[in-house]
């Protein structure tokens, strides 16, 4: 890319920062998307970028044994736990940054980052809202979760018997390193669901831990999940038992605040044979100039005939227009369909972070079992996204789809890279993959890179992928009827993308849609 | 000529049985009409008699002029005699219909021990039948069926027919998708093939083709069986009353 | 870190090995290109499996020091016999004077390389070893590096006009070890046209370049069926420049071979340019071990082009097919109009496909789709035949043949395609029942 690169560096120089006019005005007219339109109206630039000035308790800056012993004992970890991050580490210091991803940045110095952060007020448990940091609080509430679950997730006793208001969903939060609380256990725990965090599972369900922890994602499967395994501070985890549909959706909060703190969280589902869950997962971080890293580990086991749906919508800070700050993503998550027709679903909304490097994967090893990846990913600015799934099909019958969905705007760079794997026993299997990208601008960029390995010929497999940018008649379409460009541009994609919000659960599905917009500020004009 | 006996069918993979014992048999000359209910088995039956995977006999038998047709191959099957017009015909990208036409006759002259066309022959013959079919040139030149339109496709079908000059035509669902001039004239094309050694099978959900391929005999068939055999006029009574009624006095 | 350091080493090691199995020429008009490219390979390296372009293929053939002994395909039936041609003939990679036509053809000028070399003044010079060394990035290619620095012989082809008949260059191989490196040089001149045969299998191992530059408004049809031989190790590298509003096309077609690598590297680099990229692979291990790979990079950096990659893949007996294929949309690049299709059709459950067909672009205004399909013989459509009276395996055949004719409709010369049809027929023939 020496050639393309050095263009693109000129044309860089060459482009001055455009004004751009917000429409003044707004006129909601018939079959236009109203939340579309509201929210390119009330657009700002990111919504979460706000900082809570908690006391924060650090363990010293840099990674080496100590800290890992630290973090197992702050954890209060029994010994082969420590032993097994111990392990990890050592062969983290063996390995190489993987630097095959389309992504550019700079090097990462994993000794200038703190590796254990936790807000000082939760040393003690606080008996009421009263006592509770009320900074805390306000960062609840400012991602928008409810009153009681606020209470829930500070920690204050007694708060699980408060009315609940609105739709149940459970949630667990992750303040920077740990978790700060979860909500609605007493009545998970009637249905025999287990919900918690990883670090209260390692400590009351060390058999499921040790059992399935690595399983999914060994140990030492890539330099960040390697990493994450040796420093994981905390995370969530999900048993649902044989047989049982989990009576709401479960749902953690990702938040990392503290300065210059790296976040490795941990998430281990469970899902025993014929069992189903919804999993929804957030997360935001403060507007900081300087990058953060985010190295998150999520395995995903499904017995016979159980299903589980993983919904996230990312939106980490994706640093400024300049490109500068940021969250740096490296996140390994994977789904082993271990028994016969199980079932995942990956559906994933990617506004946010500097850098993606991200690929839900599915192991497709049960018999007619089945996996699907629905994605959006979004890269304005001078974001960098690279992020895909990958389908290795081992059982008979199987199933995969993926419907990829790229958006690259201002002077962004959106890859989407994929693996489809057919092994010569998983005969009559079959794979259908579309992945369409779309330009807004001539100074972004949409790549494309599929493997395809079929080793069966009684396997179909079908892959299509177009770019082109917003359609000009689309756009003249929105705007002869009152929406100024940029609220076409967002309705567009929301088009664009319709496919795969339709297979986000409800909630969610609303706030990508905003996100989608949010997310687009800017790109046009 | 056909003679169907006792016909059990059910699908390969799941063993769901779909002909539940059909007799039939249909006369030299004759143009006899099954129709009935979605489901019933209509085409089920179609596709077993022309030898599609996927079907397993598991009681019965078949016979064209007596050799029993179960078990040939789909190709054999076609140089015994038998043609099926398909409800929806394949569209093979990259094959000229000429060269899928001339392949086909050629094929079956040789299986029949009798001397291939020559290339000038050959086209001979099918200028003049696709002109009968108001089969333009530009059609004979495309890939096999594709870009037709629906009416074009069964003509395509109708054209095949007259060039392999079956003795057993079975036209499964032949007017589904077609308006009424493009059924009337895929009609035409099959009552000119009508002669006294020749046979069809009508498969049709509806009435209105037998407006225009008359049948001798009509057989409703509900649930894997032929439930009821009469005149015209049996078509005309479902198409009167629908298929409720008759299925009502059966039960 | 030992790690990455040893495998630098071994690579260095497969290098240094491999040039000094070659007896390296010195002087004549290529002779600083040849000094370039020896320093690009040995930064570069030769390839190892770990490289992502060689992640399918390994390259272990090609980096032998000598070649595996192959049993030469003499008797090789010939194809496009009834065709009025200029037929240049190399043997075992040597120029075959006797068995050439004499090479004068209006608008034409032929030469040899091996002989033009001994001047130092050439038009050839400022183009030898030029589009290698650019098509060096993104991806590197050290064999067509190899071959700039090692090639001795070949053929300059520069056209002023319209050629009357076609061009033919014709390879033959007798010697069961014969290691042949030939780089040819294709210069079409403004608004001129050439259609460039390319027929046979040159060695037992054999390392083919040719760089074409095709100037303003000239036309270049490139078609090459590469032989039956089942021995054959070959790689050969197309490079080529496409001029404002020129067109080049280029139609592979493969049967048997051990192991074929053919790569491709296309600038479209004047708007208005058109490329297109074609290849048919048969391959049925019952006759020999078949592993063929596809490595296509096409390379968009003007307004208002087209390209097309249409590649198909037939695969029997533990047969092996790779596509690797790629369309980049350089920034400014507008309105590309950039197709790509890769598709096997895998007639037993031991082939395999491996397949990455990429698209990497930095320009809005383009419209650019990759598909690829892998699977078995349409049942549905063989039923169709079946039921029309057409044997299996006649069934069989046509259905290939009809999966394959995409790739052959981008032979626009109708007698040579019906020529490379006629010669699939009879490969499918001889494989029927």
């Known amino acids: 890319m020496r050639k393309g690169s050095e263009h693109m560096k000129i044309e860089r120089e060459n482009t001055m920062a455009q004004g751009h006019d917000t429409a003044a005005e707004l006129e909601v007219r018939e079959g236009v998307d109203r939340e579309t339109v509201e929210t390119v109206q009330n657009m700002g630039a990111y919504k979460y970028g706000w ?253 016979e005939d159980a299903e589980v749906k993983y919904s996230t919508v990312q939106n980490w800070f994706p640093g400024d227009e300049e490109g500068k700050g940021g969250i740096y993503n490296f996140v390994t998550k994977r789904a082993d369909c271990r028994g016969d027709r199980a079932k995942v679903m990956w559906t994933q909304v990617e506004t946010g972070s500097a850098i993606t490097w991200k690929y839900p994967s599915c192991i497709l090893r049960g018999e007619a079992s089945q996996g699907e990846f629905y994605s959006i990913a979004i890269a304005n600015n001078m974001q960098q996204a690279d992020t895909g799934t990958k389908m290795i099909h081992l059982g008979k019958n199987s199933r995969s789809r993926i419907v990829s969905k790229g958006i690259s705007a201002g002077r962004a760079q959106n890859t989407y890279r994929g693996l489809v794997t057919m092994h010569p026993k998983a005969k009559n299997s079959r794979n259908y993959t579309q992945c369409d990208s779309l330009l807004i601008g001539d100074r972004c960029g949409a790549h494309t890179v599929p493997y395809i390995e079929v080793k069966n010929n009684s396997s179909r497999v079908e892959h299509e992928a177009t770019t082109s940018k917003v359609d000009d008649d689309q756009l003249f379409y929105c705007r002869s009827r009152g929406m100024d460009e940029e609220e076409a541009v967002a309705l567009v994609v929301n088009g664009f993308c319709r496919e795969v919000l339709q297979a986000l659960p409800m909630e969610f599905a609303m706030e990508a849609q905003s996100l989608v917009a949010i997310s687009l500020e800017g790109s046009v004009g | 000529m056909l003679e169907i006996k006792n016909l059990h069918v059910e699908l390969e993979e799941e063993g769901k049985p779909i002909l539940k014992g059909v007799n039939l048999t249909v006369e030299a000359g004759k143009v006899h009409a099954i129709m009935g209910p979605n489901g019933s088995g209509k085409s089920t039956l179609s596709y077993v008699l022309s030898g599609r995977d996927g079907y397993a006999v598991t009681e019965g038998s078949a016979t064209l002029d007596g050799e029993e047709l179960l078990e040939m191959e789909p190709e054999e099957r076609a140089a015994a005699g038998l043609f099926l017009a398909f409800q929806y015909p394949v569209e093979i990208p990259g094959v000229g219909n000429m060269t899928f036409l001339r392949t086909a006759v050629n094929a079956q002259r040789k299986a029949r021990g009798e001397e291939e066309l020559s290339a000038g022959e050959f086209l001979k013959v099918v200028r003049e039948k696709a002109k009968t079919l108001k089969i333009d040139a530009e059609m004979l030149k495309r890939p096999v069926n594709v870009g037709f339109s629906g009416g074009e496709k069964k003509r395509n079908e109708i054209l095949q027919m007259a060039m392999l000059e079956p003795r057993m035509c079975i036209l499964d669902e032949t007017d589904s998708g077609l308006d009424v001039d493009a059924m009337k004239l895929v009609a035409e094309g099959v009552n000119a093939l009508r002669d006294p050694g020749r046979a069809f099978l009508v498969i049709t959900h509806y009435q209105r083709l037998l407006d225009h391929i008359k049948p001798d005999v009509v057989h409703i068939m509900a649930d894997g069986r032929i439930v009821k055999t009469g005149g015209p006029e049996l078509a005309l009574e479902v198409e009167r009353n629908g298929y409720a009624d008759i299925l009502a006095e059966i039960a | 870190m030992t790690a990455p350091m040893t495998r630098d080493a071994r690579r260095a090691d497969t290098t240094e090995a491999r040039l000094a199995a070659i007896d390296l020429p010195t002087g004549g008009f290529t002779a600083p290109a040849r000094a370039e490219a020896l320093a690009r390979l040995g930064t570069m390296g030769l390839p190892a499996r770990r490289d992502e372009y060689w992640r399918w293929t390994d390259p272990a053939k090609l980096n032998a020091e000598q070649p595996e002994a192959g049993a030469a395909f003499r008797v090789d039936r010939p194809i496009f016999e009834g065709r009025d041609k200029l037929r240049l003939v190399f043997e075992d990679g040597v120029f075959d004077a006797a068995a050439s036509d004499d090479p004068v053809l209006a608008g034409v000028e032929i030469a040899r390389l091996s002989e033009a070399d001994r001047a130092d003044i050439h038009w050839a010079k400022a183009q030898y070893g030029a589009l290698e060394a650019s098509g060096q990035t993104p991806v590197a290619r050290p064999f067509a590096a190899l071959n700039t620095a090692a090639a001795t012989e070949g053929v300059l082809i520069r056209v002023t006009g319209k050629a009357a008949r076609p061009l033919h260059i014709s390879y033959r191989q007798s010697e069961k070890t014969s290691d042949v490196i030939l780089h040819h040089v294709v210069r079409i001149e403004e608004g001129a046209e050439l259609t460039l045969l390319e027929t046979g299998t040159p060695g037992a191992r054999s390392n083919v370049v040719m760089e074409v530059d095709v100037a303003r408004g000239a036309r270049f049809h490139h078609i090459r069926p590469q032989g039956r031989a089942t021995d054959r190790v070959m790689v050969t590298h197309l490079f080529a420049r496409v001029a404002e509003d020129a067109t080049f096309k280029s139609f592979t077609l493969t049967t048997n071979g051990k192991f074929t690598r053919n790569e491709a590297v296309i600038e479209v680099a004047g708007d208005g340019a058109t490329a297109h990229i074609a290849g048919a692979a048969l391959g049925d291990g019952e006759d020999g071990p078949f592993h063929h790979d596809d490595t296509v990079f096409i390379d968009h950096g003007a307004v208002g082009c087209e390209s097309r990659q249409v590649f198909k893949k037939v695969l029997k007996h533990g047969a092996t097919g790779v596509f690797q294929g790629k369309i980049l949309v350089r920034p400014g690049a507008q309105k590309t109009d950039g197709y790509q299709i890769s598709q096997s059709l895998l007639l037993d459950d031991d082939s395999q496909f491996l397949a990455k067909p990429e698209l990497e672009i930095y320009a809005d205004d383009v419209k650019c789709s990759h598909g690829s399909t892998t699977g078995a013989i349409d049942e549905t459509a063989l039923f169709y035949l079946r039921s029309r009276g057409v044997p299996e395996a006649d069934a069989k055949a046509l259905l290939i043949l009809s999966f394959l004719a995409d790739a052959i409709a981008e032979i626009e010369d109708e007698d040579l395609a019906g020529d490379v049809v006629a010669r699939l027929e009879d490969w499918l023939a001889r494989r029927r029942g």
């Open chain 1, 51 to 303: 900082e809570t000035e908690i006391e924060m308790e650090f363990a010293p800056m840099g990674v080496n044994e100590d800290i890992v012993r630290l973090i197992s004992e702050k954890n209060g970890e029994p010994q082969w736990m420590t032993d097994w991050r111990l392990a990890a580490f050592a062969r983290w210091k063996e390995m190489e940054e993987p630097r095959w991803a389309m992504l550019n940045y700079p090097e990462i110095d994993y000794q200038s980052q703190y590796y254990y952060a936790k807000p000082k007020s939760m040393a003690e448990k606080p008996k009421s809202l009263e006592e509770v940091d009320p900074k805390l609080l306000a960062t609840y509430e400012k991602l928008g979760i409810p009153l009681k679950e606020q209470m829930i997730l500070a920690g204050v006793e007694g708060a699980e018997n408060a009315p609940a208001e609105g739709r149940k969903v459970a949630v667990d939060a992750v303040f920077d390193s740990v978790s700060v609380g979860t909500t609605f256990k007493e009545e998970l725990k009637k249905a025999g669901v287990i919900f918690c965090s990883i670090s209260e599972a390692i400590r009351e369900h060390p058999d499921l831990v040790r059992k399935y922890l690595g399983s999914v994602v060994p140990q030492s499967d890539n330099f960040f999940a390697t990493l994450n395994s040796a420093v994981f501070s905390d995370g969530s985890f999900v048993y649902i038992p044989p047989n049982t549909r989990c009576p709401m959706e479960l749902s953690t909060y990702f938040r990392i605040n503290a300065e210059n703190t790296g976040q490795f969280e941990r998430t281990l589902i469970i899902a025993d044979k014929g069992s189903y869950v919804s999993y929804l997962e957030g997360c935001t971080a403060p507007k900081r100039d300087t990058a953060q890293l985010h190295a998150a580990v999520v395995e995903i086991v499904i017995l």
